[in-house]
């Protein structure tokens, strides 16, 4: 009995490990703007990557913030480097601040890339909360901010992200309806993908 189970143990941990380092097709953009197909190491990523383990032409290498501009994974997504601010403030967790943090860093990560179009929305997922950003074409990258604060045990949220959602919607002269929903789209990226969706005019998915 004690062999059947640690039989099952090592099988149970090698589908983890072969789970969490597949190889699959890919491409990376050097900083030139030449892309090179490859084979990638793909982590299964929770949190945006900051170098990648690819090969290509029987040769392994890692590639950094400072070697590549973005890459791509076949049936995963695109990934592309990008110069961002945001607001440091936790949104979860035990250390929630009495009042809004108004720290703001500036770093250069990874954007995963949810949609590409007029209007972009990205992803980045840190170690301590996710981030979501977006781009109005030939214009930089912004934070849809969102923030958390609890005193005592009362919490309350700062939705700016809504308020700029609602702007991008009025400017482009969408339906009042989809401006009504704004007040209930969370801060995921289910429903902000199917605003941006809406404000690029995707006929086939614009119901929020």
């Known amino acids: 009995m004690k062999k059947y189970f640690l039989l099952l143990k090592i099988i149970v941990l090698s589908i983890s490990l072969y789970a969490q380092n597949k190889i699959l097709s890919g491409y990376y953009v050097d900083l030139k703007g030449d892309t090179t197909y490859c084979k990638i190491k793909f982590r299964d990523w929770a949190i945006n990557p900051e170098s990648i383990s690819i090969e290509s032409s029987n040769e392994k290498k890692t590639l950094g913030l400072n070697d590549i501009r973005a890459f791509g994974v076949e049936n995963y997504g695109r990934y592309e480097k990008a110069k961002i601010s945001l607001h440091t403030n936790p949104i979860g967790g035990l250390s929630l601040p009495e009042e809004y943090s108004d720290e703001v860093i500036t770093k250069e990560v990874f954007l995963k890339v ?16 996710v981030y979501y950003f977006f781009k109005e074409k030939d214009q930089e990258i912004k934070e849809l901010i969102y923030r958390v604060k609890q005193k005592e045990l009362q919490i309350t949220e700062d939705e700016q ?20 929903r704004v007040s209930s789209i969370r801060y995921d990226e289910e429903t902000l993908k199917k605003v941006f969706l809406l404000l690029n005019k995707d006929t086939s998915e614009n119901t929020l």
Not at 114 to 129: C, D, G, K, M, N
Not at 161 to 180: A, F, I, M, V
């Open 114 to 129: 949810v949609i590409a179009e007029t209007y972009s929305l990205f992803e980045l997922q840190l170690p301590t909360r």
């Open 161 to 180: 992200y809504k308020r700029t959602l609602s702007n991008l919607l009025e400017s482009n002269k969408l339906p009042g309806e989809g401006q009504q």
